[in-house]
Nanobody, 115 residues
Framework: QVQLVESGGGLVQPGGSLRLSCAASGSIFSIYAMGWYRQAPGKQRELVATISSGGSTTYLASVKGRLTISRDNAKSTVYLQMNSMKPEDTAVYYC?????????WGQGTQVTVSS
């Protein structure tokens, strides 16, 4: 069992930055592939970025160059650095941990990009 707790969301102006954190507990963090998803009102949840246990990353095309996923296995934490933010980044952001059939989700953190 893995517990995931996201933090760092909030209101930011267009062009601004935020860093989301997802702290994990309850299992061996380093074996999990970690991901950030987001869900905007009225839209389906979409995968934003992933980072494998080995550190390989993937990104949604629309966020490449602006968002960066990273992990600190010593702190059992995954991060999402968001720069040059746009109104279309507004969503609830969810952290996910995946290992074989084990699939865990955080409760989500709201990110709003607005002037």
């Amino acid at each position: 069992q893995v517990q995931l707790v996201e933090s760092g969301g909030g209101l930011v102006q267009p062009g601004g930055s935020l860093r989301l954190s997802c702290a994990a507990s309850g299992s061996i963090f380093s074996i999990y592939a970690m991901g950030w998803y987001r869900q905007a009102p009225g839209k389906q949840r979409e995968l934003v970025a992933t980072i494998s246990s080995g550190g390989s990353t993937t990104y949604l095309a629309s966020v490449k160059g602006r968002l960066t996923i990273s992990r600190d296995n010593a702190k059992s934490t995954v991060y999402l650095q968001m720069n040059s933010m746009k109104p279309e980044d507004t969503a609830v952001y969810y952290c996910n941990a995946l290992y074989l059939r084990y699939d865990y989700w955080g409760q989500g953190t709201q990110v709003t990009v607005s002037s």
